[in-house]
């Protein structure tokens, strides 16, 4: 069988968790950096949810680089299933906690003002630390899919 791109245990599925890690992390430098975010609860599920997908990301990572350094193949049907388990659930939590951050941000600016009428928040850092969480999502999306499919195939 043809190797898909981000199965794991490839190459590609070691960069493809490194960028989630990599965009995961940013995002919460991101946030963390910027002043006031703590007045919304959603600012802070991000960070959580964040910090959960760095830990996920990174464990499978470590795990992509033992199966190409000792040349295993990572397809067994016990392994890929808790891969998928643990991928949609940290998919649907990091897009719960984009999805709700973008809406604060979004009252924040075009609702209410509060941007401009108090300049200690950083709203910048905000939309810049949703949209790396955003594509840690849209990373996570593909990898889940990934393997969602080599596990049917295999089945």
């Known amino acids: 069988m043809k190797p898909?791109?981000?199965t794991p245990g490839m190459t590609s599925g070691l960069l493809l968790r490194i960028l989630q890690c990599l965009s995961a992390a940013a995002s919460i430098?991101?946030?963390?950096?910027?002043?006031?975010?703590a007045t919304a609860t959603s600012f802070c599920f991000l960070i959580s949810a964040m910090g959960l997908q760095v830990l996920w990301s990174f464990g499978l990572a470590?795990?992509?680089?033992?199966?190409?350094r000792v040349k295993?193949?990572?397809q067994s049907q016990i392994l890929l299933?808790?891969?998928?388990?643990?991928?949609?659930?940290?998919?649907?939590?990091?897009?719960?906690?984009a999805s709700s951050s973008a809406g604060v941000v979004v009252l924040f600016v075009r609702d209410s003002d509060i941007c401009k009428l108090e300049p200690t928040l950083s709203c910048h850092l905000f939309q810049i630390s949703i949209?790396?969480?955003?594509?840690?999502?849209?990373?996570?999306v593909i990898s889940s899919h990934t393997v969602l499919w080599l596990l049917a195939s295999i089945s």
């Open 4 to 6: 898909w791109f981000g």
């Open 131 to 140: 949209a790396f969480a955003f594509f840690a999502w849209f990373l996570l």
């Open 62 to 68: 470590c795990l992509d680089i033992h199966a190409i």
């Open 72 to 74: 295993k193949d990572l």
């Open 29 to 37: 430098a991101a946030m963390a950096s910027s002043t006031g975010f």
């Open 81 to 97: 299933s808790l891969v998928v388990i643990g991928d949609w659930v940290t998919a649907i939590l990091a897009l719960a906690a």
